[in-house]
């Protein structure tokens, strides 16, 4: 079996008493996409410091291609751990032509260099940007020579700290798409942190879903989407619908019927939670509704309180008559019923998600 390119087992770093990472083990393999995804403050960029040798861990270890790189006594210095890194910023030097900076960690004979330079800006497209200088380059061209000049070294692994933030959101997926590319030619395993969902799930083989310093879930992009691990991960991926209830008799009722809540004791508050997607809009006949079925459950009646049309999908906002409760549905395309005007819902069973509910579960669920 192939042993993992990148491995960290165990890293904790702590500042000023606070521990920042906590407990972070994983593996990234030859040509693998693993992508560090959280909020804001969550440890994902410490994290790639450490692995990097800019920082130091607490405690743990770090290998690369199963040789260790770094433990709390032993560390090889950071230019000798053949990894490359990326920005935000792209970091060119603007007093050298395009050519220079994609050679400039580059050592060996001139023409050797000049080869491979050259063998880089035809992955990325920009060979006719040879002889040009940063300032006459766009921003998604500069992302590009700054991905060159990472590659040239042929570093095995590539750590890339939310490298397209800058971009304009119109050239970010065509970059992103570009960038996968020419990282899978070279087979490089790349460690890619972001905390735009959109941007894990259009890149990642894996990603690793970071939450106060911890990976609170690891896994395949459509695993880690269909089967979060909480409310608070279901919800970093989309906007969610919340409906709370008490277990009585391993069940919970609700105006969509009743939902099973297998080992949980009554009288414990869970959470179901289904995104806009997932629930179905039915016309009101005369204060009926469609019938129940065993995929979509008891539908529910609710009196649409707005409705915009969000370009690729309309969203429809709804005061439910059980309780006065606010839920949310999406619909594809144009779909913008009158305020005030009565439907009926229904639940997608195999799209519903039930949580025990925790302490703070009420606060934000992003955070």
Request: hydrophobic content about 40%; aromatic content about 6%.
């Amino acid at each position: 079996m192939t042993d993992p390119r990148l491995e960290i087992r165990n890293i904790r770093r702590r500042f000023q008493g606070r521990e920042v990472v906590s407990d972070v083990s994983l593996k990234v393999m030859p040509g693998q996409v693993t992508c560090l995804l959280g909020p804001s403050g969550c440890g994902k960029s410490t994290t790639l410091r450490i692995i990097a040798g800019v920082d130091m861990q607490d405690e743990g270890e770090i290998y690369v291609d199963g040789e260790l790189v770094c433990d709390t006594v032993f560390r090889v210095p950071p230019e000798q751990r053949s990894i490359g890194m990326m920005f935000q910023d792209f970091a060119l030097f603007p007093h050298l032509s395009v050519a220079e900076n994609v050679a400039f960690g580059l050592n060996g004979h001139k023409s050797d260099k000049r080869a491979r330079v050259e063998e880089l800006l035809d992955k990325v497209g920009l060979l006719s940007a040879v002889d040009k200088y940063p300032h006459e380059l766009s921003g998604g061209e500069q992302q590009r020579i700054a991905l060159a000049r990472a590659l040239a070294p042929r570093p095995s692994i590539m750590l890339m700290d939310e490298p397209f933030s800058g971009l304009d959101e119109r050239l970010k997926d065509d970059i992103r798409d570009s960038t996968l590319d020419v990282l899978k030619s070279e087979n490089t395993a790349v460690l890619l942190v972001t905390h735009e969902p959109h941007e894990a799930m259009r890149m990642a083989d894996e990603i690793a879903l970071m939450r106060d310093g911890r990976i609170v879930q690891q896994g395949a992009p459509y695993n880690i989407y269909n089967a979060p691990v909480d409310r608070k991960a279901a919800a970093f991926f989309s906007d969610i619908n919340v409906i709370r209830g008490k277990v009585q008799d391993l069940s919970v009722t609700t105006p969509f019927g009743k939902f099973l809540c297998p080992g949980q004791p009554d009288g414990a508050e869970v959470d179901i939670v289904i995104r806009p997607q997932h629930l179905r809009i039915d016309f009101d006949r005369h204060g009926r509704g469609p019938n129940p079925t065993p995929q979509d459950g008891t539908p529910a009646r609710a009196v649409v309180q707005r409705a915009r049309f969000m370009g690729r999908e309309s969203l429809v906002e709804f005061k439910m008559e059980f309780d006065g409760s606010v839920l949310k549905a999406t619909v594809p395309s144009v779909f913008l019923p009158k305020p005030g005007t009565p439907m009926w819902l229904m639940l997608r069973r195999d799209r519903c998600f039930v949580f025990p509910v925790k302490d703070g579960s009420a606060s934000s669920d992003r955070v």
